[in-house]
């Protein structure tokens, strides 16, 4: 079983800043792309920030310049470094994992179970 455990959601001011985590554990051949995700209520979800096995990145227009999205692959986890959160950065978070099984012959798309950042103004 794979799973991917997000942690380091919360509260924080506007102006602030916040780090999330997602390491992903179980049994696989190979982690290719990540990502996070954020959704908003009443919003479709969306496409925060990418990271590719190589470490190409690649960013929604709306947190490009203040949110940075790296991974260490030797922990199998993706981090996202938030600065200058906006109220309109609140939403649940979730991360994503392209996950290779099967001796690499099979990629399935695995989800984490989402965190809750929360800007105030």
């Known amino acids: 079983q794979v799973q991917l455990v997000e942690s380091g959601g919360g509260l924080v001011q506007a102006g602030g800043s916040l780090r999330l985590s997602c390491a992903a554990s179980g049994s696989f051949f190979s982690i290719n792309a990540m990502g996070w995700y954020r959704q908003a209520p009443g919003n479709q979800r969306e496409l925060v920030a990418a990271?590719?096995?190589?470490?190409?990145?690649n960013y929604a227009d709306s947190v490009n310049g203040r949110f940075t999205i790296s991974r260490d692959n030797a922990k199998n986890t993706v981090y996202l470094q938030m600065n200058s959160l906006k109220p309109e950065d609140t939403a649940v978070y979730y991360c994503?994992?392209?996950?290779?099984?099967?001796?690499?012959?099979?990629?399935?798309?695995?989800w984490g179970q989402g965190t809750q950042v929360t800007v105030s103004s």
């Open positions: 994503n994992a392209k996950i290779a099984i099967g001796g690499g012959r099979y990629e399935y798309n695995y």
């Open positions: 990271i590719s096995s190589g470490g190409s990145t």
